[in-house]
C-alpha cells in the first residue's frame, strides 16, 4: 500500500539519549516535511527537504537534525534529548515544491522524554 | 507573515446538526487554505483545498468550505453531522516557499 511510514509508533526517552525517527515514502515525492504536534500549538514545521540531497529549517528546528540522502527516507535525529522534546511527530510529503499540493502524512511517533 | 487562527478549541454537535468550524486567516499575498482532519491515533487527511479558483470548495466526506476575502475567513461546514465526523480539524495556509502554517486544531464531538 502506498504512503508514508514510520517508526518506531511510541518510544520513551531517557533525557540526554540520542534518538532517530524514522520515515519512509514510496510515492516518489520530491518533497518531505517533519512536523511536532502539540496540544494548543497545532502542528509545527521542524525540518524540510525539497528534494534529496537538500534540506532547510522549520519554524522550530532547534535540537534536531535531518537529511535526506535519497528520495524515500527523511530521518529526524534528536542528537541530545531533552523533555520538550516530549511530542507527537509526523512525516509529511508532496508531490512538489509549490505548496498547492497535498501533503501526505505518515501515523506519527509519539515520543516521551524523561 | 501567513497565519491561521480557528476559533473554538472544541466544538460539540448532536447528530443530524450542521457542522461549522471556524477559520480565519492572514496573509499578504493571495493565499493558499487547506483543511485537514486527523482521527484518534492517526496522522492528517486532507478534507480540501483552495487554490485560487471556485470560492466554494467541496471536500470529501459532504465537508465544504467558503473563501472569503473580505472576511479574511475559510469557514468549514457539513449539513449534517455523523458520528464518524468526531475528529480534531486542522486549518492551514500556505506559508512561504512551500510549507503550511497550522493554525491549533478544533476537536469536534458528535452526540446522539
Known sequence: ?114 | AQSVTQLGSHVSVSEGALVLLRCNYSSSVPPYLFWYVQYPNQGLQLLLKYTSAATLVKGINGFEAEFKKSETSFHLTKPSAHMSDAAEYFCAVKGGYNKLIFGAGTRLAVHP
Open chain 1, 1 to 114: 500500500i502506498a504512503g508514508i511510514t514510520q517508526a518506531p509508533t511510541s518510544q520513551i526517552l531517557a533525557a540526554g539519549r540520542r534518538m532517530t525517527l524514522r520515515c519512509t515514502q514510496d510515492m516518489r515525492h520530491n518533497a518531505m516535511y517533519w512536523y511536532r504536534q502539540d496540544l494548543g500549538l497545532g502542528l509545527r514545521l521542524i525540518h524540510y527537504s525539497n528534494t534529496a540531497g537538500t534540506t532547510g529549517k522549520g519554524e522550530v528546528p532547534d535540537g534536531y537534525s535531518v537529511s535526506r540522502a535519497n528520495t524515500d527516507d527523511f530521518p529526524l535525529t534528536l542528537a541530545s534529548a531533552v523533555p520538550s522534546q516530549t511530542s507527537v511527530y509526523f512525516c509529511a510529503s508532496s508531490d512538489s515544491i509549490f505548496g498547492t499540493d497535498t501533503q501526505y502524512f505518515g501515523p506519527g511517533t509519539r515520543l516521551t522524554v524523561l
